[in-house]
């Protein structure tokens, strides 16, 4: 199937506008084929806005970038969730998948883009590593379990990797 992406032109940090809006859905009107709304971010405050968005610009589908990055659980039907407890959540799957702890830094600091002056802003932002964005957020003892957990199966596997951290190098 062929696709047409509409991108909705804006300024950064700027709302859509209706009339932005309504040139998208003559467009979407006009066309036979699928398009996507792009760019309504700052419209979109909860899983009840895509539908809201998708509505006033007559496409079939939303795509998202900085509403997502804000606040992952956007995509909720239940509701947002603190952004305190999102990257709790997003620390311990970045465990998980061991992630690489610049872009879960990342991704913490764009979770806290409004709250990067509070006691747990500051502390993400200050981390420099894996152990402290945990500490900041409070998932010390799940970041101690899979260290744990990863040893104990390197070991059993008779495997060992060599981790360069600043100037020195860990073992397994």
């Known amino acids: 199937a062929r696709v047409c992406v509409c991108v909705l032109l804006q300024r950064p ?4 506008t209706p009339e932005q809006c309504a040139a998208v859905r003559a467009v979407a009107e006009k066309l036979d084929v699928p398009v996507i709304a792009n760019g309504g971010s700052l419209d979109i405050q909860s899983y009840a806005d895509f539908a809201t968005f998708k509505a006033a610009t007559g496409c079939s589908s939303v795509m998202v970038a900085r509403a997502a ?9 239940e509701g947002l969730l603190p952004p305190e407890e999102v990257v709790k959540t997003y620390a311990r799957l970045a465990l998980h998948w061991d992630n690489h702890s610049a872009n879960t830094k990342y991704c913490m600091m764009q979770t806290f883009h409004d709250l990067q002056q509070t006691p747990i802003g500051k502390a993400i932002h200050a981390a420099k590593e894996l152990s402290e964005l945990c ?9 101690e379990e899979t260290k744990a957990r990863k040893r104990s199966l390197a070991e059993s596997k008779n495997i060992c990797r060599t981790v360069k951290t600043g100037s020195r190098h860990v073992f397994c």
Do not use: L
Not at 69 to 77: A, G
Not at 135 to 143: K, Y
């Open 13 to 16: 940090r700027e709302p859509v």
């Open 69 to 77: 990055q804000w606040n992952m659980s956007v995509f909720r039907k």
């Open 135 to 143: 500490a900041a957020v409070g998932v010390t003892q799940d970041f």
